[in-house]
């Protein structure tokens, strides 16, 4: 009889070892190696192609009744889904604690169980005092859920399985269950990876669309193993400043839908509101135009937002060093901008002091912000206001050309929706929408001439 042989896997990364030490050396972690003995160890002479029970192969062609939809009731909400719950779908949310997550997840759960949909909703992390206080809260004290606290699995999916299966079950939060199958406390790699594959393997034998809620860590990323994203179907992320009121549903993956959909919602007394026109949150209603004030017509997925980037310029006496500050874009991109504004436009930021800001808390990570951010460092510069209501937009090379960028005609239909006039942006981008007048740059150079020439 072979020996069986011994494995330490990291608490917090995953990484197998075959011996035991103190420091993991793949995440540099303490004290996080445990011994995990596998059921079952096979060896090379272990033959695996007879003895199993034979699959059945389907045509893609096949029929079969096609998967529909449900809404969540929230238009935000399914528009990140991609157009709604998928039957069978498992999703995984992620998002800091206090974001919201369990606020949208009750909302939507009232929504769906108030036409009549079967909703269950287990927490791991509240008692249900704690719930029925939120719901009443948010005004939804009388929505037929079927609400528990629990956090054994085993206890949840025999609990399931002894009626019809619901159209929606939402885990609060995965990090929180544990299976009595597998050792190790909740929380660690091997118990979130068991229990996410048995909810998982329900969730696709019974129908029922399946939403997880996951813990992040200091960097962001979803807590626990990264095999959990993959075996999901959707990976959404919701986002947000505590100090803004806003929040940002992403997708991040989504087997049944395009990625990159956002939903924005506010927060509000009785709860998330949804937000329909996301520009008005991230544009200000002043009616003077500002020096070193630039909108850019961003792409979320499909959507269009307007948001307003701001520069300052401080010019310095001493020979101190200047700093560079970037709050919603990246440092390293502004760094190059200016770059290029210095060699191929003859403009001097060396002896001053940058400061850019997107304003609301949004973050951009569209390249074709370049032409904005320049705009509102070169109106800064100069002290000279862009025209009030402009829109600028245009990807720009380390040559100081303007490139062209995608969706141009759907960034240019939301900014004429909204009232704007002007927009500048590269050359031939097709049909210009009608009431709005377009400025077409090939160079930056030309944007500096055009913007001081007022």
């Not at 995953?14 to 079952?40: I, K, Y």
């Not at 090379?44 to 009744?65: Q, Y």
């Not at 009121?245 to 993956?253: E, H, P, T, V, W």
């Not at 008005?280 to 002043?286: P, Q």
Request: net charge neutral.
């Amino acid at each position: 009889m072979s020996k069986t042989k011994r494995r330490y896997v990291c608490q917090a990364c995953g990484a197998v070892s075959h011996r035991w030490q103190g420091q993991c050396g793949d995440c540099a972690e303490w004290n996080t190696l445990v011994e995990d003995t596998p059921a079952s160890v096979f060896s090379l002479k272990h033959d695996l192609s007879n003895g199993g029970r034979a699959i059945e192969f389907v045509k893609l062609d096949a029929p079969g009744e096609p998967l529909r939809r449900r809404s969540t009731g929230l238009a935000e909400f399914d528009r990140a889904l991609g157009g709604g719950l998928v039957p069978g779908a498992a999703i995984l949310m992620g998002g800091d604690p206090g974001i919201g997550k369990s606020t949208l997840l009750l909302q939507a759960s009232a929504r769906l169980a108030g036409e009549g949909a079967d909703v269950v909703y287990v927490s791991g992390e509240e008692a249900a005092g704690q719930v029925r206080l939120r719901a009443a809260r948010l005004g939804h004290a009388g929505a037929a859920i079927r609400f528990a606290s629990a956090t054994s699995v085993r206890d949840i999916l025999t609990t399931l399985g002894q009626g019809k299966a619901p159209e929606l079950l939402v885990i609060d939060s995965i990090q929180t269950m544990h299976s009595d199958t597998i050792e190790g406390a909740p929380g660690t790699v091997s118990q979130v990876r068991g229990c996410a594959f048995e909810l998982i393997r329900y969730a696709k034998e019974s129908g029922c669309a399946l939403v997880l809620v996951g813990h992040v860590t200091k960097d962001g990323t979803i807590a626990g193993p990264r095999v959990l994203e993959h075996m999901v179907d959707v990976v959404m992320s919701f986002e947000g400043e505590r100090s803004h009121q806003y929040r940002i549903l992403r997708a991040l993956k989504n087997r049944f839908g395009a990625v990159d959909e956002i939903g924005v919602f506010a927060m509000a007394g009785q709860g998330l509101d949804e937000v329909p026109n996301p520009s008005s949150l991230f544009l200000t209603g002043r009616e003077e135009p500002v020096a070193g004030s630039a909108v850019f017509p961003a792409l979320e997925g499909t959507r269009p937002v307007l948001v307003e980037v701001q520069a300052l310029i401080v010019r310095l006496q001493s020979g101190a060093t200047p700093r560079r500050a970037v709050v919603g874009w990246d440092g390293g991109r502004l760094a190059m901008l200016l770059a290029v504004l210095e060699s191929r436009c003859g403009l001097n930021f060396s002896s001053a002091e940058v400061y850019l800001n997107v304003s609301g808390g949004y973050r951009l990570s569209d390249p074709a912000a370049d032409v904005a951010v320049a705009a509102a460092l070169i109106s800064a510069l100069a002290d000279k206001a862009l025209p009030l209501r402009s829109a600028w937009f245009g990807e720009v090379s380390l040559a100081g050309e303007v490139r062209p960028v995608a969706h141009a005609g759907l960034r240019l239909r939301e900014a004429a929706k909204l009232g704007f006039e002007l927009a500048c942006g590269p050359e031939d981008i097709g049909d210009v929408p009608q009431g709005l007048r377009y400025q077409g740059i090939d160079r930056l150079p030309k944007l500096v001439d055009r913007i001081m020439a007022g």
